[in-house]
């Protein structure tokens, strides 16, 4: 349980039973293409507005993830899900569909593992034999909200990201194989003062970096304990501020074991400016990319670190710094339980 | 031909400002565009737009500076043709075509494609 500050510890280590990751055509033109279970050519997926593809996005995720497991709607206990949108449609219309006890969160793109690490927490505290954490976001939805109308073409500078379109479910059980979920550490709110709304890495970076360090005092290991450690959506800007500064804190973490989940999306010839960005970005590339490789035996142990810029259009139009939060969730392969 | 190589110095001049508007000071594309659009009617008011159209050609009218221009030499025009209340009449008298086409060819931009995003 708590150790620490801030760090649960899973002492019956849930397990992710099934995961899913599903994208759209500028995520089926990306590096991690092979790792998506479903890719759509369609931003629109046949909806006659951005926010309800969307929707369809995530509700696709949590049918494969539940698909998968070998389950039925019907048997999944509780659904735990955030997005961008206001108000969180994306997540309570999706939940409307499934018909199952849902819990919504606000984490910004940081939702991934706010809800991966409340689902786990539900699970080991024997609240529930299984939850499912699910997550979306949507490029065109979220320009519109966040940025411009989308048929305005506004010019980006290029430490601006790109927003994956699509959506990624996990469902965690007590028992089963796949990989387990063994701790999480809950970020605390951390502000800057940066304000501006086209440097989202930049101005996530500290969090994540405030978060990692945490993760490692809590449960005094270091960087050697995991195989990979990767940020969620920080982009080539922000992560290299984010390994700058952890440098400069006195923990070295190895290029090659730290990399973030909006560089490894898109291929560097795709024009997305300082990378991925987004809900989906860190879901799609943890449930699809990474566990696909624990489960190959590629990787042990991982440390998703999930960022989240928590301003609204509102807020930043009124000159307000933008809070960000970053959530980390370790995941293993047990020798012989799996 | 030299008229070719002031028109792009000019209007690429105009560009680089609105450009550097956006990347230095950090304006919104629309505050970037509107202060250009206030500068271009400010020049036009002081009767130094004109000269700069005539030296540069399409480098100068083609601007959104130009916009600005266009909007106070038709208040004028007509403010002194009709007496004060053609500020009002004139404002739109020259700009009246490029705002136009812009809604009708937007109309039937709309007709062909999606034009919700």
Known sequence: MIQGHQTWVFNSKPVILASSAVGGPFEAQGALAEDFDVLHGDIWLGEDSFEKAEKKFLEQACEIAIHKAGMKKEDVQFFLSGDLMNQIISSSFAARTLGVPYLGLFGACSSAMEGLALAALIVDSKAAQNALAGTSSHNGSVEKQFRYPTEYGSQKPPTAQWTVTGAGAALLAQEGEGPRVTSATIGRVIDMGLSDPYNMGGAMAPAAVDTIQAHFRDLNIDHSYYDMIATGDLGRVGHQIAADLLAKHGVKIPAKKFTDCGILIYKKNQPVMAGGSGCACCATVTYGHFFKRMRKGELKRILIVATGALMSPLSYQQKESIPCIAHAVSFEMLEGRN | ?117
């Open chain 2, 1 to 117: 031909m030299e008229k070719f190589l002031f028109a792009f110095l000019v209007g690429g001049a105009i560009c680089v400002i609105g450009q550097i508007m956006m990347d230095v000071f950090r304006l919104t594309p629309a505050h970037t565009m509107s202060t250009l659009v206030v500068v271009g009617a400010i020049l036009g008011g002081l009767g130094l737009y004109e000269p700069l159209v005539k030296f540069a050609g399409a480098g100068a009218s083609v601007p959104i500076s130009s916009f600005g221009n266009s909007l106070v030499k038709g208040a004028l025009s007509e403010a002194e043709k009709t007496g004060i209340v053609g500020v009002l009449t004139g404002i739109f008298e020259v700009t009246s075509a490029g705002i136009s086409a812009a809604i009708i060819f937007g109309f039937m931009g709309s007709l062909l494609f999606k034009p919700k995003g």
